[in-house]
């Protein structure tokens, strides 16, 4: 039993290490791009690049539509049993494949109104070259989710890393043949063309999978069944961390929301310091929920909180440290106007840099549903926040408003474990002495 729980202690520091690895990856080349894109092309193309990509991560979720976390949950409770992963597997790719290309169209035809919506024809063309790249993204989410369930994290780790690579290198390419700024678009599509024989042979999905007509069927039903309920929560999970963003859009020039989204490009890479370590605990969290052990899930969402906590503060202590030597490298006081948002926006991170790891419980409980209403609930306080301030205040409504929900959501999650999952005090106070006094 200890020596059980030291492998997995151990293969979990070392997955995190590896995901790091890819986080510094990722996030060394989103700096680098929204650089170069403020330098090269001006404040005014980086609001548009933003808008661009925060709308193909949101749309993307119909795309992929929860297959890829059905495919993630229920290979964390197959892994054992390599008959039934190949089948497992390529229904979810049937579906995400279906979806992906139904999205990736819808997505095309609406570029322009999208466009018209944001007052911003660049945005619009943008989006009509990013479109495409929304089917081959749907599958490669599902392929990404299958490694995740069997925990291969090294090589989810080296997909992330290629994706943003691509990405960094399409701009860059799309920069020297003198393109304009809504061309960048096209590099999410690059990307995912480019990701997809790469996790196709890391999955090895076996084409008899695909024709193994009456367990192909009954997974593509189960499949769906999960999928259709976790859509909502994976639609909004995506789009929470960019509503600030999205709703700016409408609100203020795009000179504007290239000041906010350059702090808002940190706040994202800090926010995906915890993101790792939720990505890393899933797998375990369908495991012990499944065993309905709540002592042992509690401490181990304890232990990971705490672990999420601290590396963030280390990252968070950095960004703050270099953030204000970055002005001499920019134009138009880009730095300094949007170093109060940036501040704003941390002060609430650290508190939900805690429950992150934690944010798909509910999901891994096999309650996609619950799953589903507990992220409308984030989403509503978040974009009911800045509808309320943006109007008043602008950028600094924006940034308020985010850094409140943070910190509402880190409440709502624990207390959706104690109402839906009976984890007394919630799961982050279950099994201790707080908890126990309550009883």
């Not at 510094?24 to 808008?51: C, D, E, H, P, S």
Request: net charge neutral; hydrophobic share 55%.
């Amino acid at each position: 039993m200890a020596d059980g729980k030291f492998r997995l202690q151990s293969k979990f520091l070392t997955d995190a290490a590896w995901n790091y690895g890819a986080f510094a990856v990722m996030a060394g080349t989103g700096v680098i791009l929204n650089f170069f894109i403020a330098a090269y092309y001006g404040v005014a193309a980086l609001g548009v690049f933003n808008q661009i990509y925060a709308v193909y991560v949101v749309t993307a979720q119909f795309a992929v539509m929860g297959f890829h976390d059905s495919a993630q949950k229920h290979t964390s409770e197959i892994d054992e049993e390599p008959e039934h992963l190949g089948v497992v597997s390529a229904a979810a790719v049937v579906l995400a494949a279906a979806f992906g290309l139904l999205t990736a169209f819808g997505i095309y035809l609406l570029s322009y109104p999208i466009g018209v919506l944001a007052e911003s024809e660049s945005v619009g063309k943008g989006i009509a070259l990013a479109a495409p790249g929304l089917m081959f993204f749907a599958v490669n989410k599902v392929l990404m989710g299958v490694l995740n369930g069997v925990r291969r994290m090294k090589a989810f780790a080296a997909a992330q890393s290629l994706r943003v690579s691509v990405i960094l290198i399409s701009c860059l390419f799309m920069a020297w043949l003198e393109k304009p700024p809504y061309m960048l678009g096209l590099s999410f599509t690059i990307a995912e063309v480019a990701l997809l024989p790469l996790l196709l042979s890391l999955v090895r999905l076996n084409l008899t999978d695909f024709y193994s007509s009456e367990a192909l069927w009954r997974w593509i039903r189960v499949h769906f069944r999960f999928g259709s309920r976790a859509l909502i929560n994976g639609f909004l999970a995506e789009s929470y961390i960019r509503i600030d963003v999205i709703m700016l859009g409408v609100f203020v020039s795009d000179r504007d929301v290239g000041i906010y989204s350059f702090a808002a490009l940190f706040i994202e890479g800090l926010f995906q310091v915890p993101v790792v370590f939720r990505t890393l605990a899933n797998p375990e969290l369908a495991r012990l929920l499944n065993t309905d052990d709540k002592l042992a899930t509690g401490k181990f969402c304890r232990k990971v909180a705490l672990m999420s906590l601290g590396v963030f503060v280390i990252a968070a202590a950095g960004v703050l440290v270099v953030y204000p030597y970055l002005g001499p490298y920019f134009p138009d006081d880009l730095v300094a106007l949007s170093h109060p948002v940036l501040l704003v926006l941390i002060a609430g991170l650290v508190i939900y840099s805690l429950m992150i790891p934690m944010d798909y419980i509910v999901l891994q409980a096999g309650q996609p549903g619950r799953q589903s209403v507990l992220m409308s609930f984030n989403v509503a306080v978040n974009a009911g926040l800045n509808l309320a301030l943006i109007p008043l205040y602008g950028l600094y409504g924006a940034c308020t408003a985010t850094a409140i929900a943070f910190v509402v959501a880190s409440f709502a999650i624990n207390g959706a474990t104690w109402k839906w999952l009976n984890f007394r005090g919630g799961v982050m106070l279950y099994g201790t002495p707080l908890a126990r006094s309550r009883e």
